[in-house]
């Protein structure tokens, strides 16, 4: 049996490798230079792999349909993939927040060993390769149309299945540029609306944010509100990272997965009803916060209240937590009054922003929305609507936190749609 693959990322390799495996000849089909070249961006170039969490615990890490992912995750887990990238030398580690990466923080490694099983499996790479067709008899797969970039040729190929792994519309210059939904959509596909998710934030008090660009705090607390109710959206402990016009880093962006699914989210947006709460000092609560700041300033009594904050916050926030406190910087330690420091450590607790809207989809991780799940059978990512055209990875509507549950998801659905 033939099976073509069209896409070679993270979902059409393992589709390939396990399509592979069951004695089917099988062809990849990527209209890139190579594969993989999402792969190899991921994790800024160190590849997080998977999640070292339980399996079972993927699932609440799925914020887009992840009940549908049942089947799939159980037919190839965060062990399996491990267990494949080790066969062909390439050793993990286990770091903050259960993420698993390459020992060599290499993302090469990853892509290389998955390059290596599909040699041994005897699958076939067209690079330079762009399906412009999918051929149907009736309501049944028979074949593909690409068109070969290089010598400017179109092609036909005979297929008896064909899966469909182009990725999303995220990272455009990755080649994810959405086609694989036209080509869905052509077919009878209903595609979901198509947004940014793990995307950065962007702030309304943009000359702060341009002010702290840069600065990474680790192990902060953040807390989004609905200032028009009071009510918590969502909360998280961890890292962020100031951009010139808001906020990224890894809280900031499994946030955004969040936030996309926030009732009237573009509403509350537009208004300025979402703030962000970032709590500096998550380990101490407020009354030991105070002893805290209290025992600094009689260290710093004679000196100007803007020399006396070196051992409470990194450099680059100095001055804006003095403009905010409205302090005068001049003024003498011991001459701060008691409402004075209350407000420094109100700030220091709830420094806070307002988030104006989502990054751009070319600055998101990866793609909400897609391929309709209620079209696609969970078990076998077989499509409802055309018999042997099978779906895998972030073309459908299925989409995660960060943390490698992404990942985890195209080699889980590709795997699957392999091996039926």
């Not at 965060?78 to 923080?105: A, M, Q, T, Y």
């Not at 182009?166 to 052509?186: E, I, M, N, R, V």
């Not at 998550?282 to 260290?299: G, M, N």
């Amino acid at each position: 049996m033939r099976v073509v693959v069209i896409g070679g990322g993270p979902a059409g390799m393992l589709a390939a490798i396990s399509a592979g495996k069951q004695n089917n000849e099988v062809i990849i089909l990527e209209k890139m230079e190579k594969c993989g070249k999402k792969l190899l961006i991921t994790g800024k170039g160190r590849c997080n792999i998977t999640s070292s969490l339980d399996i079972q615990e993927f699932i609440p890490n799925v914020p887009g349909n992840g009940r549908f992912l049942y089947s799939a995750f159980s037919n190839f887990t965060n062990k399996d993939i491990i267990e494949l990238l080790k066969k062909h030398g390439v050793k993990v580690k286990n770091e903050r927040g259960n993420r698993i990466f390459p020992e060599s923080d290499r993302s090469l490694d990853v892509l290389n060993a998955l390059l290596k099983e599909l040699k041994e499996c005897k699958v076939e790479i067209k690079t330079n390769s762009q399906v412009i067709d999918i051929q149907t008899d009736g309501e049944e797969v028979i074949g593909v149309i690409y068109k070969d970039t290089i010598a400017n040729t179109t092609q036909t190929l005979k297929a008896d299945k064909v899966i469909l792994a182009t990725g999303g519309k995220s990272y455009s210059k990755t080649g994810s540029t959405g086609d694989g939904y036209t080509l869905a959509k052509k077919l009878g596909h209903n595609i979901t609306e198509i947004r940014p998710s793990l995307v950065p934030l962007i702030c309304k008090e943009t000359s702060l944010c341009k002010s702290l660009e840069g600065l990474s705090l680790r192990n902060v607390g953040i807390k989004f509100i609905n200032n028009e109710n009071k009510k918590l959206i969502y909360e998280d402990f961890g890292e962020m990272v100031f951009t010139k016009n808001g906020v990224s880093g890894p809280t900031i962006l499994s946030a955004s997965a969040h936030l996309l699914r926030v009732k009237n989210i573009e509403k509350l947006l537009k208004e300025d009803k979402i703030l962000l709460q970032i709590d500096l000092k998550p380990a101490l609560s407020e009354e030991v916060l105070d002893k805290r700041i209290i025992k600094d300033f009689t260290e710093f009594k004679n000196k100007q209240f803007k020399n006396s904050l070196d051992e409470l916050l990194p450099k680059k926030m100095i001055e804006p937590i003095i403009s905010l406190s409205k302090i005068p910087e001049d003024k003498r330690v011991n001459e701060i009054t008691k409402i004075e420091r209350q407000n420094l450590l109100q700030l220091l607790k709830k420094f806070s922003v307002t988030i104006k809207e989502f990054g751009n989809i070319e600055e998101a991780i990866i793609t909400a929305g897609g391929v309709d799940i209620k079209q696609v059978n969970s078990s076998t990512m077989e499509s409802k609507v055309i018999k042997g055209l099978y779906f895998a990875g972030e073309i459908l509507d299925v989409d995660a936190y960060t943390g490698g549950f992404n990942l985890q998801i195209a080699y889980s659905t590709g795997y699957t749609a392999g091996i039926n």
